[in-house]
């Protein structure tokens, strides 16, 4: 399994600081979850969805990341 990190609005993949790329097999592969979150969050890099993706595409998980721009649907101080 790689950890990748994606645009929501173009699909393009996190390859290195300003570059982006539309072949996954070109992104830069995370250690873990939790090191593409922190890498996010020091990079200010936002917009972005965590890719996990496996040798089968049908398994690949799309996890959203939120930043502090953009309030959780639960949170009460949303707007409905």
């Not at 097999?25 to 200010?44: H, R, T, Y």
């Amino acid at each position: 399994m790689r950890i990748l990190l994606q645009q929501k609005e173009t699909g393009l993949y996190f390859k290195d600081i300003g570059a982006w790329t539309r072949e996954s097999g070109e992104a830069m592969d995370f250690l873990s979850s939790s090191s593409a979150i922190d890498f996010c969050v020091l990079n200010k890099i936002s917009g972005v969805q965590m890719v996990l993706k496996f040798e089968e595409q049908r398994y690949d998980i799309v996890l959203p990341l939120l930043t502090e721009k953009e309030p959780r649907r639960d949170d009460p101080r949303a707007p409905a």
